[in-house]
């Protein structure tokens, strides 16, 4: 099992930043090799997926977010942020982590990000 924790989601005005961390922990390691993701949800729009982590050297991004947003993997191959800059209200959205554990999808809780005009 595994069990993924958000943190770092807030308030902020438009052209702010904000940094989204995700740990992961529990019974199943996580590896590098597994992808991760930042997806947010949106109301009216559904769960997006806004940057992955493909576990295999290589990242992607949602065209919105291109250019203003930056995913990483931490050292631990377990943690994984998100940077946020740039942000604009309608990046507004609840964040969850993903990550595919050898086929298995895990989520996290989720973390609200409100960005005001």
């Known amino acids: 099992q595994v069990q993924l924790v958000e943190s770092g989601g807030g308030l902020v005005q438009a052209g702010g930043s904000l940094n989204l961390s995700c740990v992961a922990s529990g019974s199943s390691t996580i590896y590098r090799i597994n992808p991760m993701a930042w997806y947010r949800q949106t109301p009216g729009k559904g769960r997006e997926e806004v940057a992955l982590?493909?576990?295999?050297?290589?990242?992607t991004y949602a065209e919105s977010v291109k250019g203003r947003f930056t995913i990483s993997r931490a050292s631990a191959a377990s943690t994984l942020i998100l940077y946020m800059n740039s942000l604009q209200p309608e990046d507004t959205g609840v964040y969850y982590c993903?990550?595919?554990?050898?086929?298995?999808?895990?989520w996290g809780q989720g973390t609200q990000v409100t960005v005001s005009s």
């Open positions: 982590d493909t576990g295999r050297g290589a990242t």
């Open positions: 993903y990550v595919d554990r050898f086929g298995t999808p895990y």
